[in-house]
Structure formats: structure tokens, C-alpha cells
């Protein structure tokens, strides 16, 4: 056994330099490893990330694929209240499908796990589209996930969720 010589302990931090009014003091550290370098940052274009050997890495991404329903109003409705929108679109929504899209629109090799209804080949269909390996999105009985957002002109929303398939994740 070896004798180790006991670490000093400090009833308070060791300042840096003096306290002034209204500044922090950082405390002063004990000997101890030296800190690890920072890696390079990779080349301005190189999105796809690398294995050392030149393979490409594949993200895999678990989450929600809705149908989004998106209506366009003046302002948002008030308890009670009927409006007329002035467009309606529908689309490819879902945290999960719109973060497994805008990684492979960035370049990524993406699978998503995912699950919609009897009703959602579209939308696997569309997510397939961005390039996004969906062979692990299970088609589920029950409706796909969807959404009913409203915008009003100002940007601001407000959304109604049905979960559907997306429950069994």
C-alpha cells in the first residue's frame, strides 16, 4: 500500500482575482489533467457525417408522422366563434417526420421508425420521397397521427393533435 498524501481542502474558492460589485468570481481549480483539444471543425459543404473508414453513418430517427391540416385565418378564432379560413393546405407534419426530412434534405442517410394508420401511405410515401429509408414505419390499424392548425396573419398558431398510430411509439 501506498501513502498517499491528503488533497488540501478549502473551506472557500480560491478567487482568480478580486470580487467587484456585481461580478462573479470564478474559483480557481486544483492541479489536475490538462484540458482536451478541441477537434477541427469539419470542411464548409461536408454534411454527411463519416465513419473512419469513408462509410457513410445512417441516423436513425423514432417519431411522430402526422397529417398536418393547416388553415389560414385573420386571427385566431375566441371561445365559440365560426371563421372563415382563406386557404387550407395539407401536408407531411410530425416532429419526427419533419426532423427525419430536413436531415436528409441536408444530406444525411435517414431511417425513420415511425408508424402511421390504414390511411397514411401518403405520407410514408412522402417522407420516402426526401430520400428517408421508411422501411421500418409500420402501417398500423386506426387513422395516422394529424393535426388541425390554425395561422393567423401575424404567424401565430394554434394546434388541435390526434395522436393515432403514432400512440403505439
Known sequence: RRDRAAAP???????????RHGAQASARLPPGPAPRPVAPARPRGQCRPRHAKGIAVTVWNLGSIN???VYALPRLPRPGET??????SH??????????????????????????GEDGGRWRDRLAA???????????????????IYVDDA??????????ANRAL
Do not use: Q
Request: aromatic fraction near 2%.
Open 130 to 148: 426526401f430520400g428517408v429509408d421508411v422501411a421500418e414505419v409500420a402501417a398500423l390499424d386506426g387513422p395516422t397521427g394529424h393535426a388541425v
Open 91 to 116: 401536408g407531411l407534419g410530425g416532429k419526427g417526420a419533419n426532423m427525419s426530412a430536413a436531415l436528409a434534405r441536408a444530406g444525411a442517410r435517414v431511417a425513420h421508425v415511425g408508424a402511421v
Open 83 to 88: 371563421l372563415a379560413a382563406r386557404a387550407l
Open 9 to 19: 481542502v478549502l473551506s472557500r474558492p480560491v478567487l482568480s482575482r478580486p470580487v
Open 67 to 69: 397529417a398536418d391540416h
Open 155 to 164: 404567424g401565430e398558431n394554434c394546434i388541435v393533435l390526434h395522436p393515432g
